[in-house]
């Protein structure tokens, strides 16, 4: 079975910075290689977000607006990682953050991302930023 678990998670003051982990099992180094991959966020009460995704095929990125120049999504095939670099951030970014793979429609590549574009989902991991 594809697992996914992510690491990294904490609580920072603004301005500072972490790097998500999200390590996958049960695929081999190819599989991982060919699957779009996103981290999504969520704070209670709200829909899930797309934050960041790497889109398999061009390696072309999406980006939440509020997020560019400030996050990096990035992935490791030989350790089959999906990373998140946050720098600089801010109270708003405060929410459970979630890595996930594997687009369920083909033709929903490049478009902004969906909570349902997704098929593997991991636990998620909590960050907090305080002002």
């Known amino acids: 079975a594809v697992q996914l678990v992510e690491s990294g998670g904490g609580s920072v003051q603004a301005g500072g910075n972490l790097t998500l982990s999200c390590t996958f099992s049960?695929?081999?180094?190819?599989?991982?290689?060919?699957?779009?991959m996103a981290w999504f966020r969520q704070v209670p009460g709200k829909e899930r977000e797309g934050v960041a995704v790497?889109?398999?095929?061009?390696?072309?990125?999406y980006y939440l607006d509020s997020v560019k120049g400030r996050f990096t999504i990035a992935e490791d095939s030989a350790k089959k990682t999906l990373y998140l670099q946050m720098n600089s951030l801010k109270p708003a970014d405060t929410a459970s953050y979630y890595c996930?793979?594997?687009?369920?429609?083909?033709?929903?590549?490049?478009?902004?991302?969906?909570?349902?574009?997704?098929?593997?989902w991991g636990q998620g991991t909590q960050v907090t930023v305080s002002s």
């Open positions: 996930a793979a594997q687009l369920n429609d083909m033709n929903r590549r490049g478009l902004v991302p969906r909570e349902d574009d997704f098929r593997f």
């Open positions: 790497l889109w398999t095929g061009d390696i072309t990125t």
């Open positions: 049960g695929l081999s180094e190819y599989e991982f290689g060919t699957n779009s």
